[in-house]
């Protein structure tokens, strides 16, 4: 068999672009399935869906004013554990302006609470129990002073004085104090008998139980028995303390109370020579003291209890807080214990100031017992971001997990699990996953590699359905954490820049030498997608499909570049099948196409079928999203005729796709219904000049419907909760273009086009702006 090629080289040059809409001068810029998923973005209370580059950079902008902030840099310690950028954390994900540890309880064993103090503008109530007597301020009050460090509001104070003023962790958080008789003051190290504790074991059973009857769900206890936990055996301490070691484990509770306890301030106290831990006449106090270090030797309370010990500024010059002289160190607690700032604190007073009773005012505090509410606190922000869906054991566990362990925080015969940073420990640890199982554990898709390019005959149909839905993602701890859905979908506009210049210099400019009209029902369904043929003596022909056509394609614009067979049959029947190899520019696309058209009669009918093998016309899914694939059968009628000095032209498709979804959050989706259509009306002006006129509309879905299984959150458990979405795929709007295009056959050689478009609702959007595009170019035939 002979061939040749069937047209000369064509070169083309001077592209001029001007286009006057909001889109951009491309008119959409386009996205092959190909692309990569669009990045996600995280979901934000007042910015919307934010990229993240944007999410940092928003991050930087709300942690910045507090660590500038003179009551922020009043409480050294907030800055020690990285409460900056978990106050920002907070914020863009519940508003401007939520106060940290929103909606949670922090309850406190103490002496009691002054519910005047100004510092405290909160929720704060007072339970006095034991006995316990209101606080008459003759001495200070230890409950307040421990309280405010969760709870302080400086904003409370009188103008004057807010200079003075200070942060709580958490303020705020609802405090609930549960006044018990303590006593206070320092003492010389006398570690307490086990022996005839059974009254006290039967109060703190009592005590224990008021915090669960009063909905609290951290408490801080910044007291204990003198006694390191080393010298305690489990047997001994089961036996001296049983009722109250049954009412901390909560076996019957559904979400356990988090015990938040101060290790101790027995190390290098007075002691007497032959005391366990005495050296050279001072205490080693190597572990917790007794009820703050019950972890190491009870099991049951493992995960919700745990002992805080304190640090100080950087005295040495390394860089690093210091464990505080006269903190206990975590010792044989170390997997239960972790450390916090506890000396040099800010905190209220209430009590005697320079002599005087019942005064308020603001000081500075040491102790352990200050060490712990900067924990409870702590944990109140994270039980807030986490919308309260985190268990008590994952809320300590990631407390624990992302506790700085650098320099000397790594030593955990003294730290423990290292410095809390309540920055890491509101943030995502690891790679957040979308998951498509029932439990946070459950195998599924990474954020980053989650995506979906929505092809133009969907229009804003899909993004429309996603707007405003939130989904969860699970960190490599199990933590939920939200991202806008729709920031997981990129629309593709349509045709590049590039490929309607294409369109323009490829357009038909050809004649009929018997009447000196254009040429546009012949080959026309062909031509739209600038076929390169091969043509030979028989009627077999190969060649492929070019660039779709900018607008009114139909189907076959879904496989561009796909090698075509064609055979031409005797009654005017003309056969095709096609196929695009699927490389990694394309996705592979397969099909057939049958038309017919009458001898000498300028009109025809057409059907066809079409596999889309990893896209739903045109629409690319990756990651969660799972894997798509469609089956479309469609079918046409074109016709051209005379109209005086013009030739008009008429080309319309409809089609019927059956998409399968699987394995992703799309769980069924129904049969879509689809059209396109192209006008043309063509006449010379001149020998020389042909004018086309032009009213199309590009392949559009006029009905159909998914339904998506979306992960919106998960139980205390770790079940993975789930939303049902019914999502209508029709676009808002019906994307239309009117085209004129102008060509001129110059005598010097070649042709100048020059083409204008406007488009009305681009995208199939009705939201948005008209496009006005002016291409021109010049082109010539060697």
């Not at 030593?411 to 995502?428: C, E, F, H, R």
């Not at 019927?656 to 979804?661: F, G, H, L």
């Amino acid at each position: 068999m002979t061939s040749r090629i069937g047209r000369p080289t064509l070169l083309r040059l001077l592209v001029v672009c001007s286009l006057f809409s909001t889109a951009g001068c491309s008119g959409g810029g386009g996205s092959s399935p190909s692309e990569p998923p669009p990045p996600p973005c995280f979901q934000t209370a007042d910015f919307g869906c934010a990229q993240e580059a944007e999410y940092r950079r928003l991050q930087a902008e709300f942690a910045a004013p507090y660590a500038e902030e003179t009551a922020f840099r009043n409480q050294w310690g907030l800055d020690a554990i990285n409460a900056a950028r978990a106050f920002a954390n907070v914020e863009l994900a519940e508003g401007a302006g939520t106060a940290p540890g929103a909606g949670v309880t922090v309850g406190f064993l103490d002496t009691g609470i002054d519910r005047e103090h100004p510092l405290f503008t909160g929720s704060v109530t007072e339970d006095f129990l034991l006995g316990a007597q209101d606080e008459d301020g003759t001495t200070n009050s230890h409950g307040t002073a421990v309280a405010s460090v969760v709870g302080a509001d400086f904003l409370g104070l009188p103008p004057e004085f807010r200079r003075h003023g200070f942060r709580g962790v958490a303020p705020g958080a609802d405090l609930k104090m549960f006044a018990i008789p303590l006593s206070s003051g320092a003492r010389p190290y006398l570690p307490i008998s086990l022996v005839g504790l059974a009254s006290v074991d039967r109060e703190f059973h009592d005590v224990t139980n008021a915090l669960r009857d009063g909905g609290v769900d951290i408490a801080n206890l910044s007291f204990g028995f003198q006694g390191i936990i080393d010298d305690y055996s489990e047997a001994d301490l089961r036996a001296a303390l049983g009722s109250a070691i049954a009412a901390m484990a909560q076996a019957d509770a559904e979400e356990k109370i988090i015990f938040v306890w101060a290790a101790g301030n027995d190390h290098n106290k007075d002691c007497t020579a032959g005391t366990d831990h005495c050296v050279q006449g001072a205490i080693n106090a190597v572990s917790p003291e007794i009820l703050a270090g019950l972890p190491a030797r009870i099991p049951e309370l493992r995960g919700h209890a745990l002992a805080v010990v304190a640090v100080g500024q950087d005295s040495d010059g390394d860089g690093y807080p210091d464990i505080a002289s006269f903190s206990n160190r975590c010792g044989i607690a170390a997997d239960w214990c972790i450390a916090a700032p506890g000396e040099d604190v800010a905190i209220a007073i209430y009590g005697r100031i320079k002599g005087v009773a019942g005064q308020r005012g603001i000081g500075t505090g040491r102790g352990t017992s200050f060490a712990a509410p900067m924990v409870a606190g702590g944990l109140a922000v994270m039980k807030q971001l986490f919308r309260g869906q985190l268990g008590s054991e994952e809320l300590v566990g990631r407390l624990y997990e992302t506790a700085s362990k650098e320099g000397p925080f790594g030593n955990a015969s003294v730290y423990g699990q290292g410095l809390m940073d309540l920055g890491a420990a509101t943030s995502p640890v690891g790679r957040a996953v979308l998951t498509m199982g029932q439990t946070v554990k459950a195998p599924g898709s990474g954020v980053q590699a989650t995506g979906m390019i929505s092809g133009l005959a969907l229009g804003d149909g899909l993004a429309r359905a996603l707007a405003d839905q939130e989904i969860v993602a699970f960190d490599r701890l199990g933590a939920p954490f939200w991202f806008g859905l729709s920031g997981f979908l990129a629309r593709d506009m349509g045709p590049t820049l590039s490929e309607h210049l294409r369109g323009l210099l490829s357009g038909s400019s050809e004649t009929d030498p018997r009447t000196g009209q254009a040429v546009f029902a012949r080959d026309h369904w062909r031509r739209g997608w600038d076929p390169h043929l091969i043509r030979g003596q028989h009627p077999l022909q190969l060649g492929f499909l070019g660039a779709p056509a900018p607008a009114g394609g139909g189907h076959l614009s879904l496989a561009p570049g796909a090698m075509t067979v064609s055979l031409a049959m005797r009654g005017g029947f003309d056969a095709t099948a096609l196929a695009t190899p699927g490389t990694p520019g394309r996705a592979p696309v397969r099909g057939l196409a049958l038309a017919y058209r009458l001898p000498g009669v300028p009109s025809g009918v057409r059907v066809g079928w079409l596999a889309e093998r990893r896209t739903m016309l045109g629409t690319a899914a990756g990651g969660a999203f799972g894997r798509i694939a469609t089956d479309a059968m469609f079918g046409g009628i074109e016709t051209a005729f005379q109209a005086g000095s013009w030739q008009l032209f008429a080309n319309a498709e409809v089609g019927a796709a059956a998409p399968q979804v699987r394995e992703g959050l799309m769980t069924r989706m129904s049969r879509l219904t689809t059209s396109a259509f192209t006008l043309a009306a063509s006449r010379r002006t001149s020998a020389r000049d042909l004018l086309t006129l032009g009213l199309s509309q590009s392949l559009r879905v006029e009905d159909g419907e998914a339904t998506l299984s979306i992960p919106v959150g998960r139980t205390p458990e770790g079940e993975v909760v789930r939303s049902s979405l019914q999502a209508d795929l029709s676009p808002s709007g019906r994307q239309l273009e009117v085209s004129a295009r102008w060509a001129r056959q110059l005598a010097a050689g070649g042709e100048l086009v020059a083409g204008a478009t406007w488009t009305r609702e681009p995208g199939h959007d009705a939201r948005a702006d008209p496009a006005l595009r002016l291409l021109a170019g010049w082109r010539a035939r060697f």
